[in-house]
């Protein structure tokens, strides 16, 4: 018999709560197979929810806290204050043994804070990123920071590249991923004093990467490379655009196929082609945080059902390969690469 796996849910994440947690995680669990679910959060809202998915009450546990993390909570307050919160709880889980995985739609940043305080990180990174899944014309792109680290240095960006290529062979299995850092455009010149600092090191030639310089944002829709690489602030702004061009199309989309009998039979006759065409605008509804000691898979903040059903079955069907020898490999290379980097050039004498 295969093992139970075990997802613990911050059921009180999010914009919307149980109301959408439950649903959600009963939409995953659909597709899984010996899996357990433990729910943390208030039980009397839980409660109901799970009433409407006796196949979801089965499987799940409630532990019940009336502690929350609220969504505009600074990192630092969720630290001192969310101890027993449905988030805390949710990580800790994990920490303990007890669960494979936490999944959560909570303030991202307290997220963050948390699982370093409980799950420490696994390798010589100093913090974890938020990764995404990049649909495009040719597959997916890894697409790294897009939300966690709003300021980044090069050695921050270094890294991100570094555990991005790990990820990218294991959830993808392609054996070499190729590796961008998003600029303003793709001349060494372009873009700040970070990100052409981080460009120098990669294109030394001392990872074991298949660099291929800078790479622009409508390259993530051409899959140019697997891996592109960027801060934390341009990445969740290009992910909130990608799901606000994403939602408009659609409804768009819909309104001209709805605006006449003809294009009602015309939209019933290709409802096929369209759903596909839907799923493709989708933009990605979960990120797991890399370099934790332990997996925390984060939905966004306004996740529905579907939204988050997507992030726990990410959770459950995450690779459990340890890529974490791999990346310690290339970080080992890091300190020295950034020591040559700030050497002064000694001119010979003429």
């Given at each position: 018999m295969s093992q139970t796996q075990?997802?613990?849910?911050?059921?009180?994440?999010?914009?919307?709560?149980?109301?959408e947690t439950v649903p959600g995680v009963a939409l995953a669990a659909r597709s899984l197979a010996n899996v357990r679910f433990l729910l943390h959060g208030d039980e009397a809202k839980i409660a109901p929810?799970?009433?409407?998915?006796?196949?979801?009450?089965?499987?799940?546990?409630?532990?019940?806290?009336?502690?929350?993390?609220?969504?505009?909570?600074?990192?630092?307050?969720?630290?001192?204050?969310g101890k027993g919160s449905s988030m805390w709880n949710a990580v800790e889980?994990?920490?303990a043994g007890e669960a494979q995985a936490a999944v959560s739609s909570g303030n991202t940043g307290g997220l963050m804070a948390i699982s370093m305080l409980i799950l420490r990180m696994s390798v010589a990174v100093d913090r974890p990123c938020l990764v995404a899944n990049w649909p495009g014309a040719k597959g997916l792109t890894t697409v790294l920071d897009v939300g966690a680290n709003i300021d980044c240095d090069a050695e921050r960006l270094v890294e991100f590249a570094i555990m991005g290529e790990a990820y990218h062979r294991?959830?993808?299995?392609?054996?070499?991923?190729?590796v961008g850092l998003i600029n303003i455009g793709s001349e060494d010149v372009k873009g700040h004093e970070e990100v052409r600092q981080a460009h120098a090191i990669l294109k030394s030639g001392r990872f074991d990467l298949d660099y291929r310089g800078f790479v622009e944002g409508d390259d993530l829709s051409k899959n140019t490379v697997d891996v592109a690489v960027t801060d934390g602030f341009s990445g969740n702004l290009m992910l909130k655009t990608a799901e606000g061009t994403g939602r408009y199309v659609e409804a768009a989309l819909k309104g001209a196929l709805t605006s006449s009998p003809l294009s009602m039979l015309?939209?019933?006759?290709?409802?096929?082609?369209?759903?596909?065409?839907?799923?493709k605008l989708n933009p990605p509804r979960a990120a797991p945080l890399l370099g934790l000691n332990g997996l925390v898979v984060k939905s966004h903040g306004?996740?529905?059902?579907?939204?988050?059903?997507?992030?726990?079955?990410?959770?459950?069907?995450?690779?459990?390969?340890d890529f974490a020898a791999e990346?310690?490999?290339?970080?080992?290379r890091l300190s020295a690469a950034l020591a040559a980097s700030h050497e002064p050039t000694v001119e010979e004498p003429s």
């Open positions: 075990v997802i613990s849910i911050d059921a009180m994440g999010g914009d919307h709560g149980p109301s929810e799970l009433a409407r998915f006796p196949a979801l009450k089965a499987q799940a546990e409630v532990r019940h806290t009336d502690k929350i993390v609220a969504s505009d909570e600074k990192p630092a307050i969720a630290l001192r204050r889980a994990v920490k294991a959830v993808h299995g392609v054996a070499r991923p190729t015309g939209a019933l006759l290709a409802r096929g082609a369209l759903l596909g065409f839907r799923e306004g996740a529905k059902a579907r939204d988050f059903g997507d992030a726990v079955l990410m959770a459950a069907g995450f690779p459990q390969n990346i310690e490999r290339n970080m080992t």
